[in-house]
């Protein structure tokens, strides 16, 4: 069914993000549309790894109106997650239209109005857009030499399921965010071997001190200057995770926020990685050489690739590669303004902030601070949520055009 009607404001994407800034928008009087690729609420965490739990803990990462029941325990598992996800349209007041794939968010100066159009021909259109498709929208593998000789499987992290489907296979994981750690890891007792392929020496940290959750200390520390906050944090890798350098994983030359702004990986809070590392269940090596068929050629070491040192490299057979290389958040894409998108297309804004050439278009889910991403963007949905009320408020004339044609043109 075609939707012909103008929205005060629609909301792309239903995953934490859209549906907080729906709940907000609701609850502060409005009706949001909202638009969702999946076929289902929850599908986006539903669709993460078995055994996957929240490392942000149950206190800080509940959602507006939501916070996660006591039952969750301290650190609420995905299900629990997906729980909260489906009950929230519900306490909210709202509905969520499936099942529609937005291809192109785009902004019409003259009608002051944008239009967002749908993978299948559908077009909405609303006074005021919130983007709330995350970060992990496109998946990124590199395009390693030779990759197209490699006879197994290679799949991203965020496809990966269980570590009973590699049952007995030889497994290469890359990448040293917290994915690709704890996916590793929870190889170990089924692949016949795993090896991890990190280019970058990563942050490691404990998930929680002394019973606090470590995001408890990022909100603590918030406001104090980068550097103190660095200073702690490399304290409580050395204090409570050790060096690692003797199994392969140096302390990373760069500091915690700058190698964050750089990388944009998040340190590892996975603890059981650090004990298969430390036990030699998890192999570390250098980074991808080449793939020449089966047999994967890595640096031996994170070293010898940086200092480039040729000879330095082992060929590893392999049956699998998990690619826990990261993602692009596909705005640049997705909504075709300029500005709106760094050239490694990374949103420019977040929040209740706007760019001149974008009049209420808003982004949610774009900044992750230590403080937790799912924290985040519950206060970043208030915000929001406060800020359309009030420019809504202010639009000089709500008849304005007629409804508007319903299909794109094919
Ligand atoms: C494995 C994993 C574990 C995480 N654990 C934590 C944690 O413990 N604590 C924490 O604070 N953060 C965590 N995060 C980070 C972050 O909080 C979550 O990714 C969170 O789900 C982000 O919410 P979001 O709504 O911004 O994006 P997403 O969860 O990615 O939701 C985006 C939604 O938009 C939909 N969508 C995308 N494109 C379109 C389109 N074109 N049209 C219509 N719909 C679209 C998607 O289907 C999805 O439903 C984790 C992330 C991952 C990947």
């Known amino acids: 069914m075609n939707d012909s009607t103008i929205h005060d404001v629609m909301v792309v994407g239903a995953g934490p993000g859209g549906l907080s800034a729906a709940y907000e928008l609701a609850r502060i009087g409005l009706e949001p549309l909202v638009l969702e690729r999946t076929p289902a609420v929850g599908d986006v965490w539903r669709n993460h790894y078995d055994g996957l739990?929240?490392?942000?803990?149950?206190?800080?990462?509940?959602?507006?109106?939501?916070?996660?029941?006591?039952?969750?325990?301290?650190?609420?598992?995905?299900?629990?997650?997906?729980?909260?996800?489906?009950?929230?349209?519900?306490?909210?007041?709202?509905?969520?239209?499936?099942?529609?794939?937005?291809?192109?968010?785009?902004?019409?100066?003259?009608?002051?109005?944008?239009?967002?159009?749908?993978?299948?021909?559908?077009?909405?259109?609303?006074?005021?857009?919130?983007?709330?498709?995350?970060?992990?929208?496109?998946?990124?593998?590199?395009?390693?030499?030779?990759?197209?000789?490699?006879?197994?499987?290679?799949?991203?992290?965020?496809?990966?399921?269980?570590?009973?489907?590699?049952?007995?296979?030889h497994v290469l994981v890359v990448g040293s965010g917290n994915s690709a750690a704890e996916i590793a890891s929870r190889l170990v007792e089924h692949a016949r071997t795993v090896t991890i392929s990190v280019r970058t020496p990563p942050h490691i940290l404990p998930k929680s001190v002394c019973g606090i959750p470590l995001i408890g200390i990022g909100v603590a520390t918030r406001y104090l200057p980068a550097s103190w906050v660095d200073g702690l944090l490399a304290f409580l890798q050395r204090r409570f995770i050790g060096d690692l350098t003797s199994h392969g994983l140096p302390f990373p030359p760069l500091r915690l926020s700058r190698q964050f702004a750089r990388t944009q990986v998040v340190p590892i809070l996975y603890r059981p990685f650090v004990e298969d590392v430390r036990a030699g269940r998890i192999r570390v090596v250098g980074p991808i050489r080449k793939i020449q068929g089966r047999s994967v050629r890595v640096f031996v070491s994170i070293d010898a690739a940086r200092d480039g040192q040729s000879g330095m490299e082992e060929a590893l057979e392999t049956d699998v590669i998990i690619a826990g290389t990261g993602f692009r958040t596909g705005i640049t894409e997705l909504v075709r303004i300029p500005g709106v998108a760094t050239r490694e297309d990374r949103c420019t804004i977040s929040g209740d902030q706007e760019i001149r050439d974008a009049p209420r278009l808003y982004f949610i889910g774009q900044f992750n601070p230590l403080s937790g991403l799912l924290r985040e963007i519950r206060l970043e949905a208030g915000r929001i949520a406060r800020r359309i009320k009030d420019r809504l408020g202010e639009r000089p004339d709500r008849s304005g055009p007629g409804p508007d044609t319903e299909r794109n043109p094919p």
């Open 53 to 169: 739990r929240i490392n942000s803990g149950r206190l800080f990462s509940g959602l507006p109106g939501s916070p996660f029941p006591r039952s969750a325990g301290p650190w609420p598992a995905r299900d629990d997650m997906v729980r909260l996800l489906e009950t929230l349209p519900g306490r909210g007041g709202f509905t969520v239209r499936t099942n529609v794939d937005i291809e192109t968010v785009d902004y019409d100066p003259v009608r002051d109005l944008w239009i967002a159009a749908s993978r299948d021909g559908l077009r909405f259109l609303a006074r005021a857009v919130v983007i709330a498709t995350g970060g992990t929208r496109v998946p990124v593998i590199p395009d390693w030499e030779g990759v197209e000789t490699f006879p197994g499987e290679i799949i991203h992290s965020s496809a990966f399921r269980n570590a009973q489907a590699h049952a007995g296979r």
